[in-house]
């Protein structure tokens, strides 16, 4: 089992940064792809950004590429999230997920409680 906890959402301006953080309890973490989805009001759930277990690999949606960058630190089981640039429609929840242990960076088991994001212009 892997439980998440997502930190270092907030309010922040047009152009501006934040880094959200997820801290992983269990171990198997660093052995499993960390994903970011995020959801606004009346739309999906969208995976935006995940990162291998290794780090090696990441996805970014178009949306944000270029403005985002997924990372984690296996030895203190967190992922992160630098956010850079943020527009308003980047306003969303965001949450951070788990995969399977080795498995697809699509795919994923384990969910955050989500963080608040918004973006005023």
């Known amino acids: 089992q892997v439980q998440l906890v997502e930190s270092g959402g907030g309010l922040v301006q047009a152009g501006g940064s934040l880094r959200l953080s997820c801290a992983a309890s269990?171990?198997?973490?660093?052995?499993?792809?960390a994903g970011w989805f995020r959801q606004a009001p009346g739309k999906e759930r969208q995976l935006i950004a995940a990162i291998s277990w290794s780090g090696g690999n990441t996805y970014y949606a178009d949306s944000v590429k270029g403005r985002f960058t997924a990372s984690r630190d296996n030895v203190k089981n967190t992922a992160y999230l630098q956010m850079n640039s943020l527009k308003p429609e980047d306003t969303a929840v965001y949450y951070c997920?788990?995969?399977?242990?080795?498995?697809?960076?699509?795919?994923?088991?384990?969910w955050g409680q989500g963080t608040q994001v918004t973006v005023s212009s």
């Open positions: 997920a788990a995969g399977g242990v080795g498995g697809s960076l699509y795919e994923y088991n384990y």
């Open positions: 269990g171990r198997s973490f660093r052995s499993r792809p």
